[in-house]
């Protein structure tokens, strides 16, 4: 169900399922409320309905989000609503017993508005306990909290990247402006940055404990780096490219000195319960992030503290990292025991995203190309269905790392070597809608492999093909 609702709905399976559970809340809540009032009038104590309302709501609303002050609110607006509905009802029932259409009509309208008021409280509590670093508890955004020390250390390298995006209507510029987010929680975990930690644990010389401060005393660097989620579309929008601030995890893997045998690692987040297991190379290329485009990283992207290992799928790059275990014996993550392939390196694409009509008539078409860690050096745009090619224009790769760790991080500081290029093709349109194919060489000179295939379970690969219709333009 979960993989039918990933590569077949896709964001659509998101949204249904945060409807699908508003409903439920109500549905949870109403029943409480009704609950409270049936019990109130069979012991016929007049204060029942309003206090086992307050108190059922706020049970059910500290259960569901572990945060029993905000609950209050929920329940607070519950209670109100079954006061004054109590309180109108009795007033107006002198004489008249409460088995008539119209008690039972008031009695029924009171638990809606009721229900009602405790998912609207509810809400507001949540988006009112948001954390420092910005964003709401569904979708954090971009957002993350300002830093006037990163922003001027990142401020150069953003002016470069401006100047390497090509801009056409449909495509993102190199950094990207709405990063793509993928949760296995519909609610993001919300760490007090005083109060998180990571424990660095399992076969180790010895196990260690940081604490957020510890992590920003330790020098660290930039580095442009881009995430693909190996559950998007071939053309999908999960791939985009942002400027992370973080500690080398070289650090990390040296002071633990890794005593096991099998070459491997679990990152674990206890915010989320998620978990991903892949070798312990790849985390020594990797970064300790807390940075995010010259801001603290958004809660909606891991804060306090993600991993970001260079050139594997998004899904182990966990957020809201809380623990480093070096294993002895592998073990599966928590999308490889769903069915997924998703820790390993990513396939290479050219995504076609930019169409746009120029004035003279002409179409330029663009996206980015990414081919992870082995670097792109080429793509090639096809008008006829692959028989002739051409090739396109490519900006130059992103500047390299920089900052006080990033010689001895393992970034590379000539240039990104773990973020997209982008390209752009112009050309005069045939009459009508045409198919646009493009496909990427990696550095080395390999042409990615022409055959389609979908998501499950190994990741999107294949040339690109768009159709291309002038006149919508
Ligand atoms: N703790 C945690 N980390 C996680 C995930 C998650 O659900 N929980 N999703 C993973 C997946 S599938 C991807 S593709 C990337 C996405 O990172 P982003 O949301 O910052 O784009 O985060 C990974 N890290
Ligand atoms: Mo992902």
């Not at 957002?143 to 150069?156: H, I, Q, R, T, Y």
């Not at 020098?219 to 989620?229: A, G, I, Q, S």
């Not at 490889?336 to 330029?364: N, S």
């Amino acid at each position: 169900m979960i993989t039918f609702a990933i590569t077949v709905l896709g964001d659509l399976g998101q949204k249904l399922n945060l409807v699908f559970a508003t409903l439920l809340v109500a549905a949870a809540f109403a029943l409480v409320t009704g609950l409270a009032v049936a019990i109130g009038r069979r012991v016929d104590v007049p204060v029942v309905p309003t206090l086992g309302t307050a108190a059922g709501v706020w049970a059910l609303t500290a259960a569901a989000t572990v945060r029993p002050v905000p609950a209050l609110g929920a329940a607070a607006g519950a209670a109100v609503v079954v006061a004054a509905a109590e309180l109108a009802g009795s007033s107006e029932a002198v004489g008249v017993t409460t088995e008539d259409g119209n008690g039972r009509r008031r009695v029924v309208s009171a638990l809606g508005v009721a229900a009602a008021a405790a998912t609207v409280g509810t809400a507001v509590g949540r988006t009112q306990t948001t954390d420092a670093s910005g964003g709401s508890a569904t979708n954090a955004g971009n957002g993350g909290s300002g830093d006037s020390e990163l922003a001027f250390e990142v401020e150069d390298q953003v002016a470069t990247a401006e100047e390497r995006s090509y801009d056409i209507d449909g495509m993102d510029p190199a950094i990207s402006e709405g990063f793509y987010q993928v949760d296995i929680s519909s609610v993001n975990p919300n760490f007090d940055t005083d109060e998180w930690t990571l424990s660095v644990t399992g076969a180790v010389e010895a196990e260690f404990e940081l604490t957020y401060d510890d992590i920003r005393e330790m020098d660290h660097e930039h580095r442009f780096m881009t995430l693909r989620c190996v559950g998007e579309s071939l053309n999908g929008h999960k791939t985009d490219t942002a400027i992370w601030t973080g500690v080398p995890l070289s650090t990390i893997v040296e002071e633990a000195a890794p005593t096991g045998d099998c070459g491997c690692v679990m990152l674990r987040s206890d915010g989320d319960d998620f978990y991903e297991q892949f070798p312990l190379d790849a985390l020594e290329d990797g970064l300790l992030a807390f940075g995010m485009n010259g801001r603290h990283l958004p809660r909606g992207h891991g804060a306090p503290v993600r991993a970001l290992i260079p050139g594997h799928w998004g899904e182990i790059n966990v957020k809201w990292l809380t623990e480093v275990e070096f294993l002895e014996a592998e073990a599966e993550g928590y999308w490889e025991k769903r069915g997924w392939h998703g820790t390993g390196p990513v396939e290479t694409v050219a995504k076609i995203h930019g169409q746009q009509r120029r004035e003279d008539g002409q179409v330029v078409v663009g996206g980015h190309a990414y081919a992870g860690t082995r670097g792109i050096s080429e793509v090639e745009v096809s008008l006829d269905g692959g028989e002739t090619w051409e090739t396109a224009e490519l900006t130059e790769r992103l500047p390299g790392a920089w900052g006080p760790a990033a010689e001895v991080g393992g970034g590379n500081t000539e240039y990104a070597e773990d973020a997209w290029r982008s390209w752009r093709y112009v050309y005069d349109p045939p009459d009508g809608a045409h198919d646009v194919v493009a496909r990427a060489y990696e550095a080395d000179g390999t042409l990615q492999p022409e055959e389609e295939r979908g998501a499950f379970p190994n990741g999107p690969a294949g040339w690109v093909e768009q159709t291309i219709d002038p006149s919508d333009l």
